[in-house]
């Protein structure tokens, strides 16, 4: 499907003329993505409102490019570079005319290009601050900065800068902090602060957001999930009536997702449905093998104990390495992995007497996996997806085929599907199986769901404020009380190949070399080595060495997409 926007190419054209198909609008705002690790964010944000948002690449899309996409609102996040450094942009870009909200660098930016000085500060702010907004600008109304438009005289933002904006003429200051006199400023159809709305130490951060997108540039389509859930809902009550469905059930985001959909198509309220296969009409399995723990939990916290659905747990792990054994690339523990599932799902379908298998499935699942819209058109396999083109033996509903993973979200949201499935990081559909190097064992498979275990739980528990990382120039410093988790897009442990020899008491042994990733991305078409805390690298990486016995050693892999893909494999 989309990828990270680089040039105005037929291809990319027609791809995003697709989208907005799908999401029934013309309109469309870029995110130019300057580096920041809250990029990812930003896109939330903007998902939440319902508005298309593309991600675009700073370093090649030009003016010209815009021009052709006709973008109705701009948005430029933070980054680690400095504005005086001319970090990669067409400064043209400014020059159209389109509303532009610049995010601490992308403020300095629009800034620097307009002629303001951009210089070092002698007192930088990091953590939260008191904004104020400026008296000058409240009195000449809200007018003057849409952006505030119905919020309070001050309040509380997130700061992590180093660079000042200089007060001048060109500017009209309409909010101010203790050490930064130009918090906020405005410049003809140029809008920008120096804080991060984005994140939830700002407050009233998702309604400067909100009045960019609908006060200041004027959106006026949101993707109705509201709207296009009830839709669905209507279908799945049709197609279902009082037969049953057996759910794929992973406890992500799409799953869950789908589970609340049929949730809702269920005749009657849920109270009126009867506990026990006789009386629930939604089977959900779920496959254990190569997952993680943390996946488990999630699955039995949220659908264990609901009397609209019956969860059951397959333990396939036996399954699994069967016909996993001498697989070695990855393509074919794909398509082993693939073909268990399936399996497993056409048992248990049969053993419950369900009339349809429902599954999380996405149009990006489907595109990548060479299929889509029956253009005509030649499509590449991007690689195969184990939920696409099973050809199960009963009906398949897939009520989010025609979204992508950000209106699959939205429609999640307007379900009321807990926010801890639906923010939850990436976690890929064949599981381990691409965590682990060369053919899967019972050891190596044992060893990738400890490292994964402790890896993710000290994530969840590392909060920044106690560990900064080193001050940078433009943007990115240290921020408070943001667990380290919520900071990155995806993280992962994989099991190498690679045995080093160690030593554990008094003797030597022999263990397998860790490699841990993390990154900060957007919509993880491209992304960027997350640069994590050393102290929590060398954390973490003393529980797995002494807590986990075929564990030799920890190393962590620091390069950007592209050249490498997120997953190892």
């Known amino acids: 499907m989309l990828q990270t926007f680089k040039k105005a190419t037929d291809v990319a054209l027609a791809e995003i003329n697709e989208e907005k198909k799908i999401r029934k609008t013309e309109e469309l705002f870029l995110l130019f993505s300057m580096g920041s690790q809250f990029d990812h964010l930003i896109k939330q944000k903007l998902d939440g409102l319902g508005v298309f948002c593309l991600v675009a690449d700073p370093a090649t899309v030009t003016a010209d490019d815009v021009k052709k996409l006709n973008p109705i609102g701009i948005i430029l996040s933070g980054g680690p570079a400095s504005a005086y450094e001319e970090p990669p942009f067409d400064g043209k870009i400014f020059d159209l005319g389109i509303p532009v909200l610049g995010i601490c660098l992308g403020f300095q930016m629009w800034a620097h290009h307009i002629g303001v000085k951009i210089s070092l ?21 809200d007018g003057i900065s849409k952006l505030f438009d119905g919020l309070p005289d001050k309040f509380k933002v997130m700061e992590t800068h180093g660079d000042i904006i200089s007060a001048d003429d060109k500017l009209t200051i309409t909010g101010t902090t203790d050490n930064t006199p130009v918090a906020a400023g405005q410049y003809k159809n140029l809008y920008g602060v120096q804080f991060h709305p984005e994140v939830t130490e700002t407050e009233n951060g998702g309604k400067i957001y909100e009045n960019f997108c609908f006060k200041v540039c004027g959106a006026k389509d949101k993707f109705p999930a509201s709207e296009v859930a009830k839709k669905k809902i209507a279908d799945l009550k049709n197609q279902i009536g009082n037969k049953k469905v057996l759910l794929a059930l992973s406890g992500g985001t799409d799953s869950a997702t789908v589970a609340y959909l049929l949730k809702e198509a269920l005749p009657g309220p849920p109270s009126f449905q009867k506990r026990g296969p006789g009386g629930v009409q939604i089977l959900g399995i779920y496959i254990k093998g190569i997952d993680r723990p943390d996946d488990e939990q999630h699955v039995k916290k949220y659908f264990g104990n609901e009397s609209w659905i019956n969860l059951k747990i397959v333990d396939a792990t036996d ?100 926010d801890e499935l639906l923010l939850r990081q990436p976690f890929p559909g064949p599981g381990l199986v691409v965590r682990i190097e060369g053919e899967v064992t019972p050891e190596k498979l044992h060893t990738a769901r400890l490292v994964d275990g402790i890896y993710i739980e000290e994530m969840r528990k590392w909060k920044l404020a106690s560990s ?36 554990k008491g008094d003797d030597a042994a022999e263990g397998y070399v860790i490699a841990l990733w993390a990154v900060w991305s957007v919509n993880g078409f491209t992304a960027r080595a997350a640069e994590l805390p050393y102290d929590f690298l060398k954390h973490v990486a003393q529980r797995m060495t002494n807590e986990i016995r075929e564990v030799g050693g920890v190393v962590y892999r620091i390069s950007d997409k592209p050249p490498v893909t997120i997953e190892w494999g």
């Open 121 to 141: 500060s002698s007192k930088r702010e990091f953590g939260t601050h008191i904004f104020r907004r400026s008296p000058e600008a409240l009195a000449k109304g």
């Open 468 to 503: 900064p990382p080193p001050f940078q120039k433009g943007g990115q410093g240290e921020v408070d009380s943001i667990s380290l988790y919520n900071s990155i897009w995806q993280a992962g442990a994989v099991v190498t190949n690679s045995m080093i020899t160690c030593t």
């Open 319 to 418: 399954d699994f390495l069967k016909a996993l054994k001498g697989k070695t690339s990855m393509n074919e523990k794909r398509l082993a992995m693939r073909d268990i599932y399936k399996n497993i799902l056409e048992i248990e379908a049969k053993e419950f007497g369900a009339d349809f298998i429902a599954q999380g499935t996405l149009y990006t699942d489907i595109s990548e996996s060479g299929g889509g819209y029956d253009t005509g058109a030649k499509k590449a396999q991007i690689k195969i997806h184990h939920n696409v083109d099973l050809k199960f033996s009963l009906p398949e509903i897939e009520p989010l085929a025609d979204c992508v993973k950000d209106t699959g979200r939205n429609i999640g949201k307007a379900l009321g599907v807990p």
